[in-house]
C-alpha cells in the first residue's frame, strides 16, 4: 500500500446547512435507521467484555454511581456501508458513555455535530465510531487498551473497504495512529498533521484533524472552521456532495 501523501482538493459548495435553531436529525435517531439501511445490528463488544481489567472496573462504578447511564461498550453509530468513517479517542462519561452512541451528549459531540450540519452531512450517511469502545480513565487508555480493542475496529475498516473505498476522518493523534497501524503503514511515513490527507489503499484516504475537545476547542486549538474543512473535504473525496 502506498503512503503517498494526497493532493487536497480545493473546497466546493456543500450542501445547504440545516439553519441554527433547526431542527435536525440527530445520532440518537438515526442509529437505528442507518443500521437497517445495511442490514445489520451495531456490532461491537458486548455489555460483559472484560478484555481490560481497568476499564471494567471503571465501568463497575460508574453502573453503581449512574444507573440511568449506558455504562457499557459503546459500538459505533451509522450505516456500516457509508463512505465517511469518523473515528475518535473513546467514549466521555458525559457523552457516549451516558447516551450510548459515539459523540454524542457532550460538547465533543455538539462540535462534530455542528460542523457535520455546516457542511451538510447528515448522520446517515456517516459512520462515527472512537477506537476503544469503553470509558477509560481521565479520557486516557493505555496503549494496551487500545489494541484490546483493534479487533472491533479493523471490522470497521473492513466494512468501508468493502464500499469500494470511502474516507477515515481520524480525529486526534492516538485515532491516527490506531488506523495507520491497522493499514500496515509506517507512522513516519504518515505523521499526524492537522488537514493532512494520505492514501489508505483499498480503505480510501485517511484525514487527520485535531480532536474536538472541548480543550481543544476552548484554547481554539481547533476552531469551527478548521474542522468544517476537514468534513467538506472528506465529503469532496467521499463523493456525498456533489
Known amino acids: 500500500m502506498a503512503s503517498r ?16 435553531g433547526a431542527r435536525a436529525p440527530d445520532l440518537i435517531s438515526t442509529v437505528a435507521a442507518g443500521a437497517g439501511q445495511s442490514g445489520a445490528r451495531r456490532p461491537g463488544p458486548g455489555p460483559r467484555c472484560a478484555r481490560c481489567p481497568r476499564l471494567v472496573e471503571l465501568r463497575g462504578t460508574r453502573r453503581r454511581e449512574y444507573p440511568n447511564d ?20 473513546a467514549p466521555g462519561a458525559q457523552g457516549a458513555n451516558r447516551t450510548g452512541v459515539p459523540f454524542c451528549g457532550d460538547s465533543s459531540g455538539d462540535t462534530l455535530r455542528e460542523a457535520m450540519r455546516a457542511t451538510g ?21 493505555t496503549g494496551d487498551e487500545v489494541r484490546n480493542c483493534a479487533s472491533w475496529f479493523v471490522r470497521e475498516l473492513r466494512d468501508l473497504e468493502r464500499t469500494g473505498g470511502g474516507v477515515v476522518v481520524a480525529l486526534g493523534r492516538v485515532a491516527h495512529t490506531a488506523v495507520v497501524r ?13 488537514g493532512a490527507v494520505y492514501d489508505a489503499g483499498s480503505r480510501g484516504v485517511l484525514i487527520d484533524s485535531y480532536h474536538c475537545s472541548q480543550y481543544n476547542t476552548s484554547t481554539r486549538r481547533l476552531t469551527r472552521a478548521m474542522l468544517r474543512r476537514v468534513l467538506r473535504c472528506a465529503a469532496r473525496l467521499a463523493g456525498e456532495h456533489q
Open 70 to 89: 449506558w455504562n457499557r461498550p459503546v459500538p459505533a453509530a451509522g450505516p456500516a456501508d457509508a463512505r465517511i468513517l469518523i473515528v475518535g479517542l
Open 182 to 194: 491497522e493499514l500496515g503503514a509506517r507512522q513516519v511515513d504518515m505523521p499526524f498533521r492537522h
Open 121 to 141: 452531512l447528515m448522520p446517515d450517511r456517516v459512520r462515527i465510531t472512537n477506537v476503544v469502545k469503553c470509558l477509560p480513565p481521565e479520557n486516557r487508555p
Open 5 to 20: 501523501v494526497v493532493p487536497v482538493p480545493s473546497p466546493v459548495q456543500a450542501q445547504a446547512p440545516t439553519p441554527d
